[in-house]
């Protein structure tokens, strides 16, 4: 059987409201390690879920949000709040196929808000199924729109393997995209994150070596030169000839730092130059 280390079961309080957590634990400076084909916290129940001082969540999965199950008596976990701070999270999946498509954080209900800030995110597949850091599951049973707020701050994440991304859904999911809502606002990373993703305000920062940050303009102006932006958000560059040359017909390119050199740029390259006060 699939260990859970800890898990948040049984029967709730019929007479609490249907929207108010029953549950209430912090995990603090610990370690829950759920081995290759467990969760580390698995829920069934409304509950507010604290993680922090540098505690460790280790499996297949480490939170896992259930939905409602009859034969269990359990209420299901909308209404639920998570906060992980300065912690860890390490998932590793050997599974294959589609029928094993999983996540680090796993939501079979909505209406849920789950903040991550000052932590590490390690998610690794060695099989060819679909893994995910945040994955919206085809078990999914809401039968109205819930909102599932997801904040990842001042985080470091690192994917390895080729069937990984930062979110993920079912082959069945019934989560509609509005109902996604996943905003990164800092952090490093050794993929590109989906400009989806990236928080109003923020941009991705291409570092030239294979990894990439998520900043604001007060900090991309310390170590990059421009940013492009068109329809689905800003990238920075290092350079004022890499972000030229990365930009698409109707962007903006827009200096962060006063540079030096000559750049060209195309006739048939129909792009606005914003020099932003610098030379």
């Known amino acids: 059987a699939n260990a859970a280390p800890l898990m948040l079961d049984g029967k709730p309080d019929t007479s609490a409201s249907a929207n108010v957590p029953t549950i209430d634990i912090t995990i603090s400076g610990s370690t829950l390690n759920a081995k ?6 698995m829920a069934y129940n409304p509950a507010n879920i604290t993680i922090e001082n ?27 709040t998570i ?17 094993s498509k999983f996540g680090a954080i796993v939501f079979e209900c909505g209406n849920i808000t789950f903040d991550m ?14 893994q995910s850091v945040i994955y919206y ?17 001042r985080t470091d994440v690192t994917l390895t ?23 990164v606002k800092g952090g490093s990373f050794n993929f590109a994150v989906d400009l989806e993703y990236v928080a109003d305000g923020y941009m991705l920062a291409q570092n030239g070596d294979g990894t990439y940050g998520v900043l604001n303009d ?32 109707g962007d903006t390119v827009k200096l962060l730092a006063d540079v030096s050199g000559n750049i060209t740029i195309n006739a048939n390259q129909s792009v606005t130059l914003d020099v932003n006060g610098k030379t």
């Open 161 to 183: 393997g080729e069937a990984m991304s930062l979110v993920g859904t079912g082959a069945l999911s019934d989560f509609p995209a509005e109902d996604r809502n996943v905003e």
């Open 218 to 249: 007060e900090e991309a102006a310390e170590n990059f030169a421009a940013k492009v932006t068109g329809e689905e958000g800003s990238v920075a560059y290092k350079t004022l000839a890499a972000a030229v040359t990365a930009a698409e017909a």
């Open 117 to 130: 800030t000052d932590s590490t995110v390690t998610a690794e597949a060695t099989g060819t199924a679909d």
């Open 137 to 153: 599951s085809g078990y999914y049973a809401g039968t109205h729109p819930s909102t599932i707020d997801v904040n990842i701050e």
């Open 54 to 80: 540098g505690s460790t969540l280790t499996g297949w999965n480490a939170i896992y949000m259930r939905k409602v199950y009859s034969a269990r008596g359990n209420r299901g976990t909308e209404y639920s």
């Open 83 to 99: 906060v992980i701070k300065d912690s860890a999270i390490s998932t590793k999946s050997a599974h294959n196929g589609d029928s």
């Open 36 to 41: 290759s084909n467990g969760y580390a916290v």
